[in-house]
């Protein structure tokens, strides 16, 4: 038998989990998952019939060597996790929400593009984004609860190692 329970222990789901950048968790439905980012891109996706939530923090947008594929991109990270997401729920019941994209200076574009690959995977997917705290020059602590779908944002001025406690 192939139930939701069996596929998320095979698939490692957790109940809490402190996200790194270049990380990604598919939640429980009790799970809550905690990251902080800054131009790093943190999706969020939930499943409004609460079966599961998931979140990735991806630093760069793309990679096209399979051999080098990891979480740590953007492409990597946000197509696993709406696979994932897809093995619990329909992709009418999952709303998404994205976060960082912080700007540390006017030449550095990764935040924006992170941001782009972000949007694009999400609406060719046909996945609804129903809130963004993006851009600025700010860092920001992030906690999902899969329970309920609610993120809490905290913007934070500079990025510490406490900030990771």
């Not at 740590?72 to 696993?80: D, E, P």
């Not at 949007?119 to 329970?147: F, H, M």
Request: charged share 25%; aromatic share 6%; net charge neutral.
């Amino acid at each position: 038998m192939n139930t939701k329970e069996e596929r998320r222990k095979a698939q490692n789901v957790y109940t809490d989990e402190l996200l790194m950048p270049g990380e990604m968790v598919l939640l429980a439905p009790n799970g809550q998952a905690v990251t902080v980012a800054s131009y790093g891109v943190v999706v969020c996706l939930w499943d409004k019939n609460k079966s599961g939530a998931f979140m990735c923090h991806f630093l760069e947008p793309i990679i096209r060597i399979a051999d080098l594929a990891t979480p740590r991109f953007g492409n990597v990270a946000l197509l696993k996790g709406i696979e994932w997401m897809l093995s619990l729920c329909s992709v009418q019941s999952i709303e998404a929400q994205i976060f960082g994209g912080a700007q540390g200076d006017n030449r550095d574009k990764r935040g924006e593009d992170n941001l782009f690959l972000a949007r694009e995977i999400l609406q060719n997917k046909g996945i609804q984004i129903v809130s963004e705290d993006v851009g600025g020059q700010k860092g920001r602590k992030i906690l999902l609860d899969a329970a309920t779908g609610t993120v809490a944002v905290m913007k934070v001025h500079s990025l510490r190692q406490g900030d990771w406690l």
